[in-house]
């Protein structure tokens, strides 16, 4: 089954893009890699998409945990990270110490320069706290609008997203066809519990951003990201400011609801 799976994949890689064909290709990836534990399933979508697999990361805890496994184990994926220029000093701490450790790239996407200067240049730097039109224009060019670049040509997109994380999550399958990016979207450790996670990164060591010993479940851009209460939501510390509704940037979307993310 396994070779079948590869043929497919094999033939989907050398031009066969259809839309409809990488839907039920991602339909069999979801029945196969279910029974493979995510090392083994990353292992064998490296293998079965050379040069067409990346990982987003953000450099929280789930992600940290991926990348461990990325490159410790030396798999042809391609990790890579979205710089708005607005993160945390802990982030970025965590990004270099992460690089010192594996000895690894992290392949930075910036924002478009013109865009940026245009947006900063009429609204100053912080429009995004003064409606929600502005905050959205702020992570389509600081975020969306980079995070195309970084996907574009690629067939797997593998994230970091667990389903306890959102109620909009907690329905998802490891594998999803990604209609709007035109890829699959594969998330290794949906299934995991935090305390899963935080075991896993105490295991092995992991460089962690230490935002998250202060009450950061979820961090994003310093503007936008504040500590959380215990009890409060997962999310409640990301543009705390907004209507619970409208809290998504556009980076995930999945059966037609778009998700936030870091
Ligand atoms: Fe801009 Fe805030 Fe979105 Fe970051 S999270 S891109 S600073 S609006």
Redesign the pocket.
């Known amino acids: 089954m396994r070779k079948e799976l590869k043929t497919k994949a094999t033939a989907l890689v050398s031009g066969c893009t259809n839309m409809y064909t990488m839907f039920g290709l991602s339909e069999e990836l979801k029945q196969q890699t279910r029974e493979l534990n995510p090392i083994e399933a990353l292992t064998f979508l490296a293998d079965s998409f050379p040069g067409k697999i990346v990982f987003s990361t953000s450099f929280g805890w789930e992600d940290q945990v991926i990348t461990h496994m990325i490159f410790e184990n030396n798999l042809p994926i391609k990790v890579f990270t979205l710089e708005?220029g607005?993160l945390f000093p802990e982030t970025y701490y965590v990004w270099n110490r992460t690089m010192e450790i594996y000895g690894q790239p992290i392949h930075a996407y910036y924002p478009r320069q013109d865009l940026l200067e245009q947006m900063v240049t009429q609204k100053g730097p912080n429009s995004?706290y003064e409606s929600v039109d502005n905050?959205?224009e702020?992570?389509n060019?600081?975020?969306v609008e980079p995070l195309k670049r970084a996907l574009a040509g690629n067939d797997i997109w593998v994230t970091g997203i667990r389903a306890e994380q959102s109620p909009n999550r907690q329905h998802m399958d490891n594998i999803e066809w990604d209609e709007s990016n035109n890829l699959v979207k594969f998330h290794p450790i949906i299934d995991w519990h935090l305390d899963q996670v935080k075991d896993y990164i105490k295991l092995y060591n992991i460089p962690y951003n230490t935002l998250h010993d202060r009450g950061f479940p979820s961090i994003?851009?310093?503007?936008?990201?504040r500590a959380v209460q215990p009890g409060e939501d997962f999310r409640a510390g990301?543009?705390w400011w907004e209507d619970q509704s409208k809290k998504e940037?556009g980076l995930h979307e999945t059966h037609g609801v778009k998700l936030e993310v870091s």
């Open positions: 708005t607005r995004f905050r959205k702020c992570c060019i600081r975020k994003g851009c310093a503007p936008c990201t990301r543009w940037c």
